[in-house]
């Protein structure tokens, strides 16, 4: 089940820091976003009571922006983030958007065949975007 998560629902909110903050030290700034970033939103993707896998994206007008996907690694490999960046790229057809933009790593390539998968194409090499790893920008046209 993919749920989305608002300042409103605390509960879920502890659950989702609880579950991640093993994986990232971002704490604060997914409290800080839930309170003051209002283009930014989160779905999580809850199984027998537990968070496996959520997606971060801003929602800026006419297009949206993915900041994250993440699957924890035992539940990987079993479409959760397909259903994730499904989810995501739905809404926008709703809202009629004009394209979903990402970043992904040069070397990532589980992540870069799941957006291919989803129809984001490569449009841009960007040079030393990681730590000098190049990133490359990703486009899925929605219009
Ligand atoms: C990238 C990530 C979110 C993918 O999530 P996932 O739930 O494992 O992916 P899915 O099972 O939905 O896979 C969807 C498609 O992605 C590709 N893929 C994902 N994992 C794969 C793997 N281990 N081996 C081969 N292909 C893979 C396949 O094309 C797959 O489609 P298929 O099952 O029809 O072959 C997950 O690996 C992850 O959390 N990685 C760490 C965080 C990260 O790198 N995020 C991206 C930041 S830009």
Do not use: W
């Not at 704490?27 to 989160?42: A, E, G, Q, V």
Request: aromatic share 14%; with cysteine; glycine share 4%.
């Amino acid at each position: 089940m993919i749920v989305e998560m608002t300042k409103d629902n605390l509960e879920l909110i502890s659950q989702f820091e609880k579950t991640f903050s093993t994986f990232f030290s971002c704490k604060n700034k997914i409290n800080d976003d839930f309170r003051n970033n209002i283009f930014s939103k989160y779905f999580i993707y809850v199984e027998k009571s537990n968070i496996i896998g959520f997606v971060n994206y801003y929602d800026i007008y006419e297009r949206f922006e993915i900041a994250n996907i993440y699957v924890i690694p035992e539940h990987r490999n079993q479409q959760v983030g397909l259903k994730l960046l499904e989810c995501v790229i739905n809404i926008g057809f709703k809202k009629n958007i004009k394209n979903i933009t990402l970043e992904v790593k040069i070397d990532n390539i589980y992540a870069i065949k799941l957006y291919e998968k989803c129809g984001f194409k490569k449009v841009a090499l960007r040079k030393n975007y990681y730590d000098g790893i190049d990133g490359i920008l990703m486009e899925r046209k929605m219009m």
